[in-house]
């Protein structure tokens, strides 16, 4: 997809070809709803909880992270996964670039009821990513904040969400490898076993 994009000198990028792309929006809309619904079943995730979702547009369109943001592929993405997980009442989380050190974009519900504490940024496309901004304008009242402890995390090119997880992290496998043409990398977690060859462990 890469080699039908222009990319501006501000680190942005737009699709060349309006048929392939609203044929590749489309597309991803429909990879990100197949694999967040995947990852519900799979992790066992639950009314109340929180997925973390580290996306890089640059990467779902074949660029390097971080060199090709692209709005509207962020928009496509959120659309595919955000009704889903409404639908079940699970709070999504958008984690935002290194540039504001990984902040976490998530509904002001959701802030009040792990008694996270706001802070004051609104993150654009080249300084919180594409997928952090698109969140901030479509939730409902969107605030930022600069930790949680995530039930379930989705990684979408490499962004590295291990910090916003709860302990213990899990790997999940997907019967998708890749969004776009980024890969992607799942967990889940549970509690810590704790008491040695002795204790019994419920599920």
Known sequence: ???NMEIRNDGTAEFLNAEEARAFLERIKG????????????SGLKAGQILVVG????????NKIGK?????????????????LKERGIYLAAQCCEHLNRAIIIEAECAEKIGADPVCVVPVPKAGGSFAAACYKKFDRAVAVEHIKAHAGLDIGGTLIGMHLK?????????RKVLGEANILCARTRPKYIGGARAVYGE
């Open 55 to 62: 996306c890089s547009s640059s990467e779902v369109t074949g």
């Open 167 to 175: 302990e213990v992290a899990v790997p999940v496998r997907l019967s």
């Open 68 to 84: 090709a943001s692209v709005p509207s592929v962020a928009d496509a993405l959120l659309d595919g996964m955000l009704p889903l």
């Open 1 to 3: 997809m890469k080699e």
């Open 31 to 42: 990879e990100a709803r197949d694999i967040v619904s995947e990852l519900i079943e799979v």
